[in-house]
């Protein structure tokens, strides 16, 4: 079966230090992967995403991710983490079926950034 | 650029009613989204329109939930009647096609139903 794992609900960090938000996914096709931030009452706000070619890949807000195909992850990772960075982080994969794209999201992952 | 704008962005509603959102895409853009965020977890697709067809209604609860795309632009999602499970976040979002990997979220619609 298809599905995206978020394992951490929620993930404390202090200031300026570095974070990993972990994702895992299982599918037996190819996939597009993807991460959303939201901001307490907003909308989903695109990160970052792996369509093809290096597997690392660079977001918005020195976020970066990088595709690892053997452990189906694409785990989030900043080296320095600001107060602003507090949101909640969603990991959202496309499961490559040949039909319509359709986003399937993680549970998220709540950051907390404290000083 | 404008964004996908969406209104009421705050509604509460007593179980048994009806309520009705509105979503307007990216000018240009061709397919639209209809998702539902419950809260603590991830949004789950409720309808996709390409146009002003749908393409996709599968986990619409189609008992109680309609949605529309009339003219090919702007959407409406209706809820009638509301059930307390109902409560939620329920967003919009577009692309260019149906083939466009990237989908852009407009600020969504938080409903409370009591």
């Known amino acids: 079966a298809q599905s995206v794992t978020q394992l951490d609900s929620q993930v404390p960090v202090f200031e300026e230090a570095p974070v990993e938000l972990r994702c895992n996914y299982s599918s037996s096709v190819s996939v597009y992967l993807f991460w959303y931030v939201q901001y307490p009452n907003q909308g989903l706000q695109l990160l970052l995403k792996y369509l093809s070619g290096s597997t690392l890949v660079k977001g918005i807000n020195g976020f970066e991710a990088e595709f690892n195909k053997s452990q189906t992850s694409f785990h989030l990772r900043k080296p320095s983490v600001h107060i602003s960075d507090t949101a909640e982080y969603f990991c959202a994969v496309i499961f490559n079926t040949g039909t319509a794209s359709k986003l399937t999201f993680g549970t998220g992952t709540r950051l907390q950034v404290t000083l | 650029e404008a964004g996908v704008a969406q209104s009421p962005r705050y509604k509460i509603i007593e179980k048994r009613q009806s309520v009705a959102f509105w979503c307007n895409p990216i000018s240009g853009h061709a397919t639209l989204y209809w998702y539902q965020q419950i809260l603590g977890q991830g949004p789950k697709l409720l309808i996709q329109f390409q146009n002003n067809g749908v393409v996709d209604d599968s986990q619409l609860p189609k008992d109680r939930f309609s949605a529309e795309r009339l003219k090919g632009v702007d959407s409406t999602l209706k809820i009638q009647p509301a059930k307390l499970e109902d409560s939620a976040v329920y967003l919009c979002?577009?692309?260019?096609?149906?083939?466009?990997?990237?989908?852009?979220f407009g600020p969504g619609t938080r409903l409370t139903v009591l």
């Open positions: 979002a577009s692309t260019p096609s149906s083939v466009a990997l990237t989908q852009y």
